[in-house]
């Protein structure tokens, strides 16, 4: 179960670059009883904004992000093999925040609602799962280390699903976006290229290739309008590709080791990147300049999320800590 975080584990600190344009303080901290020493893997908010998941070891918990109460636990232990753990590493709410789809090391999906019962389990990946994501229309993409993007009709029932595959190149997923229309979907790969699909199509072909990282890109979301794509490196920079050109056109220095996730905000205004480096960062997205730090965790971040209506964003890390900050525009700058 959850519960209150002590004073120490309260700590936090922003540092302005300027004058303060957005208002960032920490509401929540969660925790999870025996997830002392487990890093948090993934943290996404449900569509409504009415809840807030984090994945761990075997388990994926949900809270209530207005009381901060934990709704439920979804048990990921694998029954006969009680010594080996099962790392929830991706996980995402259905598009009518009922039920939530989570992928683990066991190479299986699991959609299940609150009350743990499974609707349905998923196979086929042969490697863990690392990304998942609903397309507007409710279909289930997942990304694997097996070198697929899997594309789920869960609405129709169909069990076979349309296969992404870049063919002979080893190399796995390690995250996808999925455009606000869901006509497209991007997805990184570990050769250190993202490659954009068109899912319109039958039998999807990538339609675009973003190559020039030194190292693999653990991190992509798109832009609010669709137009641009941003992402994060293990180069420890941060870029946006204008996807008409396929060039970068900003690009977001100053983590001082891994940027492992990005997200923006709802207006695309503001880009917020997680690192090794134990802080977030906030950067205008249309200078790439920083705007501000946040610290609080007590190692790396490895996953942010921000609610739909803007006004919180959560983090987790390798800590154990998910942690929930509180964002307003400042006074100053209305």
Known sequence: MSRPATSDLNSWTVEYNGPPRLDISLHKVFLTEGQDTTAVSIVKFSPDGKYLAAGLTNVAVIWDVASG?????????????????????????????????????????????????????????????????????????????????????LPSNNPHPRILSVGALPSGVTCIAISP??????????????????????????????????????????????????TTSLDKMAS????????????????????????????????????????????????GEVQATIQGHRSSVISLDVISSGEYLASGGRDAMTRLWKLKPSLAAV
């Open 69 to 153: 109460e934990q709704v439920c636990t979804l048990d990921h232990a694998q029954p006969n093999q009680l010594t080996t753990d099962n790392y929830v590493r991706a996980l995402c709410f259905s598009p009518d925040s009922t039920s939530l789809a989570t992928g683990a090391e066991d190479t299986l999906i699991r959609e299940k609602t609150y009350k743990r019962r499974i609707y349905t389990t998923l196979t086929g990946h042969e490697l863990e799962v690392y990304t998942l994501l609903y397309t507007p229309e409710g279909l289930l993409a997942s990304g694997s280390g097996d070198e697929t993007i899997r594309i789920w009709d």
């Open 181 to 230: 229309d869901g006509r497209h979907l991007a997805g990184s790969y570990l050769d250190n290229a993202v490659r954009i699909w068109d899912l319109t199509t039958t039998n999807p072909v990538p339609v675009q290739e973003l190559k020039g990282y030194d190292e693999p890109v653990y991190g992509l979301v798109f832009s609010p309008d669709g137009r641009g794509l941003f």
């Open 240 to 287: 946006h590709w204008d996807l008409t050109s396929g060039e970068v056109s900003v690009t977001f220095e100053g983590h001082t080791d891994f940027a492992i996730c990005c997200t923006t905000s709802p207006d695309g205004l503001w880009l917020f990147t997680s690192s090794k480096d134990e802080t977030i960062k906030v950067w205008d997205t249309s200078s």
